[in-house]
């Protein structure tokens, strides 16, 4: 919730019965195990999270959510498209692009 803020709120518990367990495992594992642990501070955690996400295909809407979480928690677009810099040897042109977009989409 300090992060996401409401929009997080009850997700474990929602979508259809089938698959409702699936975001019961996200919430608590991501935010349940990850985010709770100690050593990193949440500004951390999400760049990390966002660097991860930008190396990956098929991920858009979780990579602007994590931007924009980003954003809210002090890090800011300078720093993001920095961090993208930093990826680009490593995830390649293509998905830096894209997170590049989805940078601006979540500045929006």
Avoid at 65 to 77: E, F, Q, T
Avoid at 92 to 105: F, H, M
Wanted: net charge positive.
């Amino acid at each position: 919730m300090d992060i996401f803020r409401e929009q997080m709120r009850g997700f474990q518990n929602s979508g259809p019965e089938e698959s409702r367990h699936i975001n019961r495992w996200l919430a608590g594992n991501c935010f349940g195990d990850y985010y709770t642990r100690g050593g990193l501070d949440y500004r951390q955690r999400e760049l990390i999270t966002f660097c991860f996400l930008a190396a990956q295909v098929g991920c858009e809407p979780q990579l602007i959510s994590h931007a924009a979480a980003n954003l809210r928690i002090g890090s800011d677009k300078a720093l993001l498209i920095d961090m993208v810099s930093q990826c680009l040897p490593y995830i390649g042109c293509p998905r830096s692009l894209n997170a590049l977009r989805r940078i601006n989409e979540a500045a929006k």
